[in-house]
């Protein structure tokens, strides 16, 4: 069975930095794409940064200079790091795996880390 934790959220003052991890534990295939969104409580899930298996990696425009992620294929894992934090960016972070169109295609979500930047 496929597990996906989040670790790594806190919180953290402005301007402060934080690091999270991603562990996927079950994966028999490996993901083509890792990532990682967040959700404001009364707003959609935004996408903050994603990274392809040629290592290849996008940014929404708001974090790009601060946030840097990269990941583990050997351990299916992912990470954030997270500097210059604002409160704008206190929401919970969400870790996605996707296997497409390659099969078999999956797609797995982790239940999510808090983040919570003060002013």
């Known amino acids: 069975q496929v597990q996906v934790v989040e670790s790594g959220g806190g919180l953290v003052q402005a301007g402060g930095s934080l690091r999270l991890s991603c562990a996927a534990s079950?994966?028999?295939?490996?993901?083509?794409?890792m990532g990682w969104y967040r959700r404001v409580p009364g707003k959609q899930r935004e996408l903050v940064a994603t990274?392809?298996?040629?290592?290849?990696?996008n940014y929404a425009d708001s974090v790009k200079g601060r946030f840097t992620i990269s990941k583990d294929n050997a351990n299916n894992s992912v990470y954030l790091e997270m500097n210059s934090l604002q409160p704008e960016d206190t929401a919970v972070y969400y870790c996605r795996l996707i296997r497409f169109p390659t099969p078999p295609t999956y797609e797995y979500w982790g239940r999510g880390t808090q983040v919570t930047v003060s002013s």
């Open positions: 079950g994966i028999i295939f490996k993901p083509d794409t």
């Open positions: 990274i392809v298996s040629n290592g290849s990696a």
